[in-house]
């Protein structure tokens, strides 16, 4: 079965505070995808990897990939306010067929 | 800058109608994806489409459900018999061409079937 779970569903954290959302997947991927999206909008792409080490900065937010545990990591440095949003992982499985599947999300809660 | 757009915003319908969902994808792009979010759930894929056909589709995306690119630019979205549990907000999404994998997502449709 083609899984994609996310840890934790929700966090609120203050301001400043690092922290780390994790996503788990449940075989091989050809490409993982982290998206933001703010409460009642659309989706915004934050980063694509495509390769295993594959690691991505946009200012506050990294993203990394590590194919052979299955799993990508996006950390926040420093949070502010402004990042409070929810975000998804998906991962495109093509074993015989391409599907995006997305994980449940993680609601962020930035404290100011 | 270029960007998705869907219309439109909202739409309420009566079960049992159709409905077709429109969707202006930034122009050049190439492959075109329909999704959908149940109101505070994940973000569930319905079907991609390349060079004028389905090219993949979930198993959400039944007879029910049919997609077309009728003039080069629109891509629609068409629901056949509206059932309850198809109220959602839909997205569009396009991306440009093989290789540059980021895709771009319109601002959704909502519908709510009644």
């Known amino acids: 079965e083609l899984k994609v779970e996310q840890n934790p569903l929700f966090l609120s954290m203050q301001e400043g505070k690092n922290y780390t959302i994790y996503c788990n997947y449940s075989?091989?991927?050809?490409?993982l995808y982290w998206y933001r999206q703010d409460p009642g909008k659309s989706l915004e792409s934050l980063f694509v990897?495509?390769?295993?080490?594959a690691v991505k900065q946009e200012g506050r937010l990294m993203a990394s990939l590590d194919t052979k545990a299955r799993l990508s990591t996006l950390h926040i440095t420093a949070a502010v306010h402004d990042l409070s949003a929810t975000y998804f992982c998906a991962v495109l499985f093509s074993s015989g067929t391409y599907k995006y599947i997305f994980g449940t999300g993680t609601r962020l809660k930035v404290l100011a | 800058e270029p960007e998705v757009t869907q219309t439109p915003s909202h739409q309420v319908t009566q079960m049992g109608q159709e409905v077709i969902l429109r969707c202006v994808p930034i122009s050049n792009h190439l492959y075109f994806y329909w999704y959908r979010q149940i109101l505070g759930q994940k973000v569930e894929f319905l079907v991609s489409?390349?060079?004028?056909?389905?090219?993949?589709k979930s198993e959400i995306f039944d007879d029910q459900f049919s997609v077309e690119r009728p003039d080069g630019s629109n891509f629609t979205l068409k629901i056949r018999s509206t059932k309850l549990e198809d109220s959602a907000m839909y997205f569009c999404?396009?991306?440009?061409?093989?290789?540059?994998?980021?895709?771009?997502f319109g601002p959704g449709t909502r519908l709510l079937v009644l």
């Open positions: 075989t091989t991927s050809d490409r």
């Open positions: 990897l495509l390769s295993n080490g």
């Open positions: 999404a396009s991306r440009a061409r093989t290789g540059q994998e980021t895709q771009y």
């Open positions: 489409f390349y060079n004028n056909e389905i090219s993949e």
